[in-house]
């Protein structure tokens, strides 16, 4: 069986704070339809992760990675330090590789284009590990509709309603999805003809799949070849997993195939209630795939913008109107 290292920013997969209060949906600040979104580059690297500017207190600002697998907003030590932020509670943080502790800060005011929020308390960790001054998570999210559009490489953070108006192109797959701690599980969804809990992850580069995926597809004979690897978190943990090739992975009437994928015991599958539940987190490197991929935390769905057709011979891409993949 062979070994790689899965590259070290590509780790944080969910990161639970356990422990203090993460920002309740009713305690969001009012939100603003008319507001314009804010607009900021994405990377044309294939390997990096989405950033976007952020300020902090006036100052700043500070690239920071968009990481809806993270229920909190997470900065930098050396960025904590240059801000003179004094530590406040002390939390659990739960990354892909375990427990560990972490002391907290207090954001005067994170600012981000036309988005102001307030009162957010992050946990601090080192910067080599988080790869970043800081990682932008679902506690300043949850209210908003965050779109990766990789055909212009731009990204939009916008605010989600009832109301809003949002127009959708012809080539747009809508997906449905339930809510469980800040996170979307769509809806819909299988890997090789399975049905499994699948989350979209801008903040890991792999996909990870929990053991009882790897162990039912095993059981099916739907598994593909598979060697050992190793995955690094934010914390400086160490996970190691196998990985291989999922021949399909569907979602509504979208269908991925050949995504790699990192099979690993990774400890917030069962802090989610799906350590015994086939489930899969998408990461960045597989929605890249779409030409827009647009996440809408208020209003439960995820819009999928297909390639155009001149392009899905050099993707690993398919498309089945039918349902199933």
């Known amino acids: ?11 944080l997969g969910i990161a639970l704070a356990i422990g203090g209060s993460p920002l309740a949906a009713q305690d969001a600040p009012a939100l603003d339809p008319d507001q314009p979104p804010s607009v900021v580059r994405t990377t044309t690297d294939p390997d990096a992760r989405v950033t976007i500017p952020i300020s902090i207190g006036g100052k700043g600002p500070w690239n920071f990675i968009i990481d809806t697998g993270s229920q909190r907003t997470v900065i930098a030590r050396e960025l904590a330090q240059q801000l003179a932020l004094p530590p406040r509670d002390t939390v659990t943080i739960l990354s892909m590789t375990g427990r560990s502790e972490a002391h907290t800060v207090a954001l005067p005011r994170l600012g981000f284009g036309g988005n102001m ?14 790869g970043a001054p800081g990682l932008l998570g679902l506690d300043s999210l949850h209210a908003k509709r965050v ?12 605010n989600s309603g009832p109301n809003r108006r ?9 997906v449905e999805a339930r809510r469980k701690r800040g996170q979307l599980i769509l809806l819909d969804s299988d890997v090789n003809g399975m049905r499994v809990n699948i989350m979209l992850d801008t903040g890991t580069n792999f996909s990870i799949g929990n053991l009882a995926l790897r ?4 059981a099916k004979k739907r598994a593909p070849a598979m ?7 934010v914390t400086g943990g160490t996970l190691t997993g196998q990985v291989g090739r999922i021949k399909s992975v569907r979602m509504g009437r979208v269908n991925l195939i050949e995504v790699p994928v990192l099979f690993a015991d990774a400890s917030p599958f069962a802090e989610l209630g799906l350590e015994d539940k086939p489930a899969l987190l998408l990461g960045i490197s597989a929605l890249r795939i779409f030409d827009r991929v647009a996440i809408d935390f208020g209003r439960g769905k995820v819009d999928f913008l297909l390639p155009d057709a001149s392009a899905l011979e050099k993707t690993r891409f398919a498309a089945n109107d039918q349902g199933k993949g």
């Open 1 to 11: 069986m062979g070994r790689f290292p899965v590259s070290t920013w590509a780790s």
């Open 227 to 233: 060697m050992e690897a190793t995955l690094t978190s």
């Open 166 to 174: 949002v127009s959708v192109d012809p080539d747009t797959i809508v």
């Open 215 to 218: 162990d039912r597809l095993i």
């Open 147 to 158: 779109t990766l559009n990789f055909r212009t490489g731009r990204m939009e953070i916008a």
């Open 117 to 130: 929020i307030d009162d957010i308390q992050a946990p601090v960790l080192e910067g080599e590990n988080l």
